[in-house]
């Protein structure tokens, strides 16, 4: 079975501190995909990233980066200087090999809500 | 281009009623995928509905049903409703990708956040 645990339930930190969130997941497929999603306060989630299992080069787009270590089962999340608009409830999750055309079930982990305070 | 739009946002029922959700998915968008997100149980899939067909289901009782109508948009039903059926639903789409091209990045509506009293 696919899990996705987030330890840490809730983080607060001081505006402009950097600030990791942690992924662990588990599967037994050899092909899968992570992902992070954010979702603020009006509810909709937001697509940060995908990572398929093969590529476990890290990725940086402006403040945000993501450690993937295959070794460890972690896809963990950084944000370099953190503001307040980053303030949001983030989400990883794992998705298998899609089997066929169309979509395939993910597995999102509890969540970790990030409030970062002025 | 328009994003996923679900109504209503908001709703109040009581035990027993039902309720209709509406999903209208990213124009071209086939594939849509229904979630339940509570405090307790976090985000939990329901079902994925693509070409009007049901293609997974999530571990949740027959008074969750969906369905998906051949202009991509979709529906979900919930009869008898229960205390503990309150919750935000979400409803997300998905462009379909060949096999091997990869898994589907879900694009979500903002949600019907749904009141059982």
């Known amino acids: 079975a696919q899990k996705v645990t987030q330890a840490q339930t809730e983080i607060s930190v001081v505006e402009k501190e950097d600030v990791t969130l942690d992924c662990v997941y588990e599967?037994?497929?050899?092909?899968?995909?992570l992902f992070w999603y954010k979702q603020p306060p009006s509810g909709e989630l937001v697509f940060l990233i995908r990572?398929?299992?093969?590529?476990?080069q890290n990725e940086i787009s402006g403040r945000y980066s993501w450690n993937f270590q295959k070794s460890t089962s972690s896809f963990n999340f950084t944000i370099t200087a953190s503001q307040v608009v980053d303030s949001a409830v983030y989400f990883c999750?794992?998705?298998?090999?899609?089997?066929?055309?169309?979509?395939?079930?993910?597995?999102f982990g509890p969540g970790t809500r990030l409030s970062v305070l002025p | 281009k328009a994003g996923v739009t679900q109504t209503p946002r908001y709703l109040i029922k009581t035990r027993g009623q039902q309720v209709t959700l509406s999903c209208s998915p990213i124009s071209g968008h086939r594939s849509v995928s229904w979630y339940q997100q509570t405090p307790g149980q976090g985000l939990q899939f329901l079902f994925e509905y693509f070409s009007e067909t049901q293609r997974n289901k999530g571990n949740f009782p027959g008074r969750f049903s969906g369905r998906q109508f051949s202009n991509s948009r979709s529906e979900m039903n919930v009869s008898t409703l229960e205390l503990g059926d309150s919750a935000l639903y979400l409803c997300a789409s998905s462009s379909p990708r060949g096999q091997g091209n990869g898994a589907n990045v879900l694009t979500f509506g903002a949600g019907s956040r749904l009141t059982v009293l």
């Open positions: 599967t037994r497929d050899t092909t899968y995909y």
């Open positions: 990572r398929n299992s093969f590529d476990e």
């Open positions: 999750a794992l998705s298998g090999n899609p089997r066929d055309n169309y979509g395939q079930n993910f597995v």
